[in-house]
């Protein structure tokens, strides 16, 4: 079993950053991919992206809304915690962000386990 805790949400004006934390503990954290998903209300998860192992390779979501370039995914295996650092923040990145751990892929079928989320609110 991995347990997930994410952290870093809040309230933001546009064009703030914020970085949003997960925490690991459990099985040992480097063995897992790691991934952020977020979720709107009304909206479905999505995909934002994901990060390997060793944090030697990052992928990035073509679909989620340009976070390419604003968003970026590290993680800190002697930390067991994955970050995503939010640049740019708008409206429409108003969502409840997810971490999860898993093998290496873009659905959410590829994660078994996830954090309870925590809530972003962009301010316009």
């Known amino acids: 079993q991995v347990q997930l805790v994410e952290s870093g949400g809040g309230l933001v004006q546009a064009g703030g950053s914020l970085r949003l934390s997960c925490a690991a503990s459990?099985?040992?954290?480097?063995?897992?991919?790691m991934a952020w998903f977020r979720q709107a209300p009304g909206r479905a998860r999505e995909f934002l992206g994901a990060i390997n192992w060793s944090g030697s390779v990052t992928y990035y979501a073509d679909s989620a809304d340009s976070v390419k370039g604003r968003f970026t995914i590290s993680r800190d295996n002697a930390k067991n915690t994955v970050y995503l650092q939010m640049n740019s923040l708008q409206p429409e990145d108003t969502a409840v962000y997810y971490c999860?751990?898993?093998?290496?892929?873009?659905?959410?079928?590829?994660?078994?386990?996830w954090g309870r989320g925590t809530q972003v609110t962009v301010s316009s």
């Open positions: 999860a751990a898993g093998d290496w892929g873009t659905s959410d079928r590829s994660y078994g386990y």
């Open positions: 459990g099985r040992t954290f480097s063995n897992y991919a």
